[in-house]
């Protein structure tokens, strides 16, 4: 949905779960957006470091859907440290769920 209302943004899915990343992309191809990077496998409970190569102060915007009431606290806390470090001055970090 947030790929096809915002087409000139660049999407990186990522899931912590195998086969989620796989139905991620399955859907992502069936849906024909260009803008949908594969996804990646993503621990937030782990540091920044490991999320992909993403540089620090690269994004304009982390979106996070359905994380915080179903994880451990230690994934909110790694959330907002590594929104922390990643978003540009300015960015947005958008939770929901």
């Known amino acids: 949905y947030f ?13 912590i779960d195998p086969r989620a990343l796989r139905s991620i992309a399955a859907y992502a191809e069936a849906m024909q957006v260009p803008n949908v990077l594969p996804p990646i496998l993503l621990d937030v409970s782990q540091g920044w470091e490991t999320w992909g190569g ?5 994004l304009d915007l982390l979106v996070s859907i359905n994380l915080m009431h179903i994880s451990e606290f230690c994934c909110t806390q ?3 440290k590594g929104a922390g470090v990643l978003l540009k001055p300015g960015g ?6």
Do not use: C, N
């Open 54 to 58: 993403i540089l620090p102060a690269t």
């Open 78 to 80: 790694g959330l907002f």
């Open 92 to 97: 947005v970090l958008f939770t929901y769920g």
């Open 3 to 15: 790929a096809r209302a915002l087409p000139q943004s660049r999407w990186q899915p990522s899931d």
